[in-house]
């Protein structure tokens, strides 16, 4: 093989640890640019499985308990846990776990992959097992629209060898469409319990209509944003049926736990993870890791390991004050977010930093898509912060969403905004809501400041 | 005072935060005392636009764009044509624009037809128009800048009848080509900004609504806002993007 690509991002490693920069992408991006095929020639040499986790949101959080179950069965696993999920950051994490002889130390390989780089890596990496979380509207201004992407995904998954496993989400209708007429082993995965909290259609909902005759889609039930058990009464398509469901889900403060069934089993699974959403992503890490016939007491031993990565629903203190960190990248995510916080019941002081960074999406309209109003008439705010280089835009939303304008102050530097938002605070629990570059500038704040993330 | 905002095909055409084009109208109705109540126009309703004083058509994906067409075209084009003529307030966006026109020429070289209500046609493009834009309109001896998002690939052209809402200062507009962005004809108007265009753009707004007011009521003024945010938000982009 090639060893100037292996050299090149080696070297870029070192520089990049020499100036104290994170380097999760760029190494892969110049090695890529001498060797076109780097990816595959390191890849081939991951012994075992291969699991490749894709869609709109959840995939982080899926992929990395998929990761840490492998590790508490005892596989070396190579995994883009830092959420690098381009060409680039795949390409960055595989040199990082070579040799300089393009070497790899590990026998098993979890990637995240960004749903527009599926079809440039997918048949590289050659997984056993696919995973699909969901498809929303997320950056559109990058990649065109939704139908363009899920198109290339599908003919990118029909190039897998037949016998690699497709696992789908079998409540997100444009996610389980990907499996018709699909020559590999498909498994659905969804929820079998009624699991609605009252929360009406968010506008970011979408997708109602059925891909085969154009009929609408009804929902018998909605859990979480578009995904619910849905059939078109036109020509009778409906969710497929499950083979992974969950069923006695229960969420507390402390975590969620419920029943999978699974053939004529039913296994109890525990997450120390909150959030309704959560369900979906431990659900699908649990059921990707009884395709590959991991013992259930590995799998969840490697749930109670997970320690979720920097700016998921973060607990940390701001100047000794209470705070919260959660991404928000898109309307789905800010949307449940929101619905979080309102579950907390406690008056909150918000720092909401947006960023418009080709890796956000240049595009900001989304932030209309997102029920705050709803929000806001519902949860005591006593002073909100907008930050970053669209400071100017969301404050501009909060106040077309009834927040009154005094209350409201623009800081475009995250880090002063950072500094200031605990000295206005007393009672009130602090919500850090970055988006995707704003977490990276929220986390070395935090980091400069030497609190332990 | 009231007036009635026809929201057309708001689960359909739910695309870059359009709604916020819907909200703002609302909100800047209901600061100056003007009653504002926002009725849905789906596939199954029926309207022949009287009732409604200002309109709103959106843009969505293809397969979304492609049932509002046909609802459109096959439906409501007489009705809508005769309104628009009428003096009746409408925005539309993108999509919604493109469809008020007389075609849209796709690139294998079939014609869907638009409702003709704009003499203006779409030629679809090989390059999507994905940027910030800066605009300078001068609307009824008003001359202000407006910014927005653009993300297209048709490219607009105007013909006689038509003026352009304004002069392109930063990113593409209409085609790319000509140097303009969106059309006015009588008090329909149409454009290629999301954004959403109305929150931060409160000159345009307001041009809409006294529009509206004035069809329905005769003469009358609007309450000046305290606008301090909206023109953070437009300078910020204009102060990123524009040399001075
Ligand atoms: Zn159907």
Redesign the interface.
């Known amino acids: 093989m090639d060893l100037l690509g292996i050299l090149v991002g080696k070297f870029v490693i070192l520089g990049c640890k020499l100036t104290g920069k994170n380097g999760t992408s760029l190494p892969g991006k110049l090695a890529l640019k001498v060797d076109a095929d780097i990816i595959k020639n390191i890849v081939k040499d991951v012994k075992n499985e291969k699991i490749v986790v894709t869609g709109t949101n959840g995939k982080t959080t899926t992929s990395g308990l998929i990761a840490e179950i492998l590790k508490s069965s005892g596989k070396k696993v190579v995994h883009n846990r830092e959420g690098a999920n381009m060409l680039s950051g795949i390409a960055t994490v595989l040199i990082k776990n070579s040799d300089i002889f393009g070497n790899i130390s590990c026998d098993t390989g979890v990637f995240e992959v960004d749903e527009a780089n599926m079809p440039l890596v997918l048949n590289d990496i050659n997984p056993k097992v696919v995973v699909v979380t969901n498809f929303f509207?997320d950056q559109?201004?990058r990649y065109?629209?939704?139908?363009t992407t899920i198109k290339k995904v599908k003919e990118s998954l029909s190039k897998l060898p037949k016998d690699s496993m497709l696992l789908l989400n079998a409540d997100e209708p444009f996610t389980a469409s990907l499996g018709d007429d699909l020559n590999l082993n498909v498994f659905y995965y969804g929820i079998l319990d009624k699991l609605n909290y009252g929360y009406s259609l968010s506008?970011a909902f979408?997708q109602?209509?059925c891909p085969i005759c154009?009929g609408k889609y009804v929902y018998k039930d909605v859990f979480y944003g578009q995904l619910g058990d849905y059939y078109c009464p036109k020509c009778g398509k409906s969710r497929p049926k499950l083979d992974f469901g969950a069923l006695d889900i229960k969420l507390t403060e402390d975590g969620i736990s419920f029943k999978l069934k699974f053939k004529d089993k039913l296994i109890s699974v525990k997450s120390h993870l909150t959030g309704a959403y959560n369900v979906y992503n431990v659900m699908a890490s649990v059921a990707a890791n009884v395709l590959l016939e991991i013992p259930f007491s590995n799998i969840q031993m490697g749930l109670n390991n997970y320690t979720p990565i920097a700016g998921r629903l973060q607990k940390t203190y701001l100047k000794g004050k209470k705070a919260i960190i959660n991404l928000i990248k898109n309307p789905i995510g800010f949307d449940s977010t929101l619905n979080m916080l309102r579950e907390i019941n406690k008056p909150l002081n918000l720092l909401i930093a947006i960023n418009d960074n080709y890796a956000d999406g240049?595009?900001?309209?989304?932030?209309?898509?997102v029920d705050i109003?709803n929000f806001v008439s519902h949860t005591k705010i006593n002073h909100v912060v907008t930050s970053g280089l669209?400071?100017?835009?969301m404050?501009?939303?909060l106040?077309?969403?009834g927040i009154d304008?005094k209350k409201?102050k623009?800081m475009k530097s995250i880090d002063e905004a950072l500094e200031y938002i605990p000295t206005i605070t007393n009672e009130e629990l602090i919500a850090v809501l970055p988006n995707y570059t704003s977490l990276h500038e929220v986390n070395n704040y935090l980091k400069s400041r030497g609190v332990k993330q | 005072m009231k007036l009635v905002i026809g929201h057309m095909y708001p689960e359909l055409l739910n695309l870059y935060g359009d709604r916020g084009n819907i909200i703002t109208l609302k909100r800047r109705c209901e600061w100056r005392g003007i009653e504002a109540e926002v009725k849905a126009i789906t596939v199954d309703t029926n309207t022949n636009f009287k009732d409604i004083d200002i309109l709103f058509l959106g843009g969505g994906s293809d397969r979304e764009q492609k049932i509002v067409s046909d609802d459109l075209t096959l439906k409501r084009a007489k009705n809508l044509k005769s309104a628009i003529e009428d003096g009746l307030t409408l925005l539309s966006i993108c999509g919604g624009y493109q469809l008020l026109g007389m075609y849209y020429l796709s690139s294998d070289g079939s014609k869907l037809p638009g409702i003709g209500a704009l003499e203006i046609y779409t030629v679809a493009g090989n390059k999507r128009m994905i940027d910030n834009i800066i605009i300078e309109s001068s609307i009824d001896g008003k001359i202000f800048k407006m910014v927005g998002f653009e993300n297209h690939s048709g490219k607009t052209f105007l013909q006689k009848n038509v003026k352009p809402l304004g002069k392109v200062i930063y990113g593409n507009g209409n085609n790319g080509e000509d140097g303009m962005e969106g059309a006015i004809y009588k008090n329909t108007f149409g454009t290629y900004l999301h954004g959403p265009v109305l929150p931060k753009n409160p000159e345009f707004t307001d041009i809409l609504i006294k529009k509206a007011l004035e069809r329905k009521y005769g003469n009358c003024n609007l309450t000046p806002l305290d606008d301090s945010f909206e023109h953070l938000t437009q300078d910020a982009i204009i102060n990123r993007f524009v040399k001075k």
């Open positions: 509207r559109l201004d065109g629209e939704l139908d506008p979408e109602k209509y154009g240049r595009d900001v309209s989304w932030l209309w898509d109003e669209r400071a100017e835009d404050a501009l939303r106040k077309y969403a304008q409201i623009i």
